[in-house]
């Protein structure tokens, strides 16, 4: 858990390196493009958890709604020492979850309608550990964070074809400075990107492992992922593919190409990172 917050500041800090360093090459200040990003991105930090669960059709429920659910999530919230989110439920054949909100103390987690089905007790369980531990660790408030400083990136990228300054930074000309602004915007967004997407790997790593724990049911939880990922390859999810790290597995796939800006590690390693718990517990 130490190393994966460790690798998380890390990756972090080479983002915010990659938009410091496009905002130097592009010629514009750097805090006017973080003051940019932030302008454009705090209507997201404020109303995300109510847009996500607009976009996703979520449905809150009650605990007279969905009994089996409200238990379980207190008995978790409470073990994990954070307030109790909401429940909502998404009907969709397709089985899966995800949190979202702000903070602990504002936070959903939403199941989609056949997960209750296809999971037994325990497995319910642990996706609803893992889903409380990206809360507890917050994740949903990272995966905002990240998303602005990336989305900045992109943003000055976009700006630059149509305006590509033929001085540096400061006012100094520089003889290639339009050749370095070029492969600037053509590589930062995808530099960016990629580093965005190590940042979800790894809070889902996270909160595998602290879900596990949380669960005290690794072995169920690796069950759980198989269950998913099986249902998840065999139909295909309709929706917005821009919410796909929210979800406990992708359910948006595409060609092997894809995959390789996947916002999840594969499922195997996921499990395979399980059972190494159970093997050295």
Do not use: C
């Not at 915010?16 to 991105?41: C, D, E, K, M, R």
């Not at 809360?135 to 630059?160: E, F, R």
Request: positive net charge; hydrophobic residues 45%; proline residues 5%.
């Amino acid at each position: 858990m130490i190393w994966n917050l460790i690798k998380t500041s890390i990756l972090f800090a080479v983002l915010t390196g990659i938009l410091l360093a496009t905002s130097y090459a592009l010629g514009f200040s750097p805090l006017l493009a973080i003051g940019f990003a932030a302008v454009l991105n705090l209507g997201m930090y404020w109303f995300s958890d109510r847009i996500v669960l607009a976009m996703t059709r979520a449905r809150k429920v009650s605990e007279v709604e969905r009994p089996e659910l409200h238990a379980i999530v207190n008995r978790l919230a409470s073990n994990a020492g954070v307030p109790t989110p909401s429940i909502a439920v998404v009907e969709s054949p397709v089985p899966n979850a995800f949190a979202t909100g702000r903070s602990p103390s504002h936070a959903t987690i939403a199941v989609h309608s056949s997960l209750v089905n296809t999971l037994n007790r325990d497995e319910l369980d642990g996706v609803l550990a893992h889903e409380m531990m990206h809360i507890k660790n917050y994740d949903t408030l990272t995966s905002v964070i990240v998303a602005m400083v990336a989305g900045a990136v992109s943003y000055l990228a976009q700006l630059g074809w149509y305006v590509t300054p033929a001085y540096g930074y400061g006012g100094q000309r520089t003889r290639d400075s339009g050749m370095a602004g070029v492969l600037v915007i053509l590589l930062a967004p995808i530099a960016a990107l990629l580093v965005q997407l190590a940042i979800t790997r790894t809070r889902e790593y996270a909160a595998d492992e602290g879900g596990a724990k949380l669960s005290a049911k690794p072995l169920s939880l690796a069950s759980a992922l198989e269950k998913i990922e099986r249902s998840v390859v065999h139909r295909r999810t309709h929706g917005n593919p821009a919410f796909s790290q929210l979800y406990i597995v992708n359910p948006f796939r595409g060609s092997s190409i894809a995959e390789l800006f996947s916002t999840h590690p594969p499922t195997w390693k996921r499990i395979a990172r399980l059972q190494r718990l159970v093997d050295h517990s």
